[in-house]
């Protein structure tokens, strides 16, 4: 049974880089079987894609964020990562790793993880 | 890439069936069989309830149905139950490469 975890700060500076990490158990984050994606809830509001990756193949983002995010995989950890940059108060939200998108199920996901972006 | 629509609320009584609706366009909804339901409960992360508009994953009632006309999908829920009380969320591929959601429609257990 896979099994994902998000870590990274809760709170965020606005104008910063907001990093998120992902950690997989009970399986190989260098499997073709998965792609591995980020999707965010803003306290109170709907789910928002933001991308996924499919390792060493491809990756597709949201175009609203496509300038500012960026989605990477590191299989010595069997992690995968999020970066945004120049983060304002719109990005505060929950952020969910997940299994699956664009055209994939959304199969798997992680607890989630609150980032606040405040001064 | 505009959100789905969904209606903001439906409600239901127990034992009773209820369907939410998710319209979208030929560019997303009506011209891909990749539309997929989420059921979330406050303070959770959302589950994969449909997929690939009709096939309920492993371990999902079969009380959880989907379906799709033209640019417009359906989630029936039949035999209403308590704890089916949540949001619920669709999704689709679009012609961009892209993934898109509806707005959520919360269902009330009466």
């Known amino acids: 049974q896979l099994q994902l975890q998000e870590s990274g700060p809760g709170l965020v500076k606005p104008s910063e880089t907001l990093s998120l990490t992902c950690t997989v158990s009970g399986g190989s984050i260098s499997s073709s079987t998965y792609y591995w994606g980020w999707i965010r809830q803003p306290p109170g509001k709907g789910l928002e894609w933001i991308g996924s990756v499919y390792y060493r193949r491809s990756s597709f983002y949201n175009s609203s964020l496509k300038s500012r995010v960026t989605i990477s995989v590191d299989t010595s950890k069997n992690q995968f990562s999020l970066n945004l940059t120049s983060v304002i108060a719109a990005d505060t939200a929950v952020y969910y790793c997940?299994?699956?998108?664009?055209?994939?199920?959304?199969?798997?996901w992680g607890r989630g993880a609150l980032v606040t972006v405040s001064s | 890439q505009s959100a789905l629509t969904q209606p903001a609320s439906v409600s239901g009584s127990p034992g009773q069936s209820i369907t939410i609706s998710c319209t979208g366009t030929?560019?997303?909804?009506?011209?891909?069989?990749?539309v997929s339901w989420y059921q979330q409960h406050p303070g959770k992360a959302p589950k994969l309830m449909i997929y690939d508009v009709t096939n309920r994953p492993s371990g999902v009632s079969n009380r959880f149905s989907g379906s799709k006309s033209g640019n417009a999908a359906s989630l029936t829920i039949s035999s209403l139950q308590a704890e089916d009380e949540a949001d619920y969320y669709c999704s689709s591929y679009t012609s961009s490469s892209t993934l898109v959601f509806g707005g959520g429609t919360k269902l009330t257990v009466l």
């Open positions: 030929s560019s997303d909804v009506g011209g891909y069989n990749y």
């Open positions: 997940t299994t699956g998108g664009p055209l994939r199920p959304l199969d798997y």
